[in-house]
């Protein structure tokens, strides 16, 4: 993100394809080049609706256990058990 890109999000409906930016979904969002989002704007079917937050990002190697020990969600140690089987008829 730059001064000269908008965060933008698509209120249409459909799918919209912006040549350089991407294609975008109702509720899609995205920094744009502010001259692509300016010609945007002006068409209704784009807005300004604020800028996103900052994503958290996890990372787990395979392999390796969480910080705080322990299994890797992944470990089939770390799987919950299996439900019990139906009862027969």
Request: proline share 15%.
């Amino acid at each position: 993100m730059s001064r000269d890109e908008l965060y933008v999000t698509y209120i249409g409906k459909g799918v919209r394809s912006v040549p350089g930016v991407g294609n975008f979904q109702e509720g899609t969002s995205a920094w744009v080049p502010k001259a692509i989002a300016l010609d945007l704007l002006r068409e209704d079917c784009f807005a300004v609706i604020g800028t996103p937050k900052p994503a958290v990002q996890v990372v787990f190697r395979v392999g390796q256990a969480p910080s705080g020990g322990g299994l890797p969600a992944s470990s089939p140690e770390a799987s919950p058990e299996a439900p019990p089987e139906p009862p027969s008829p």
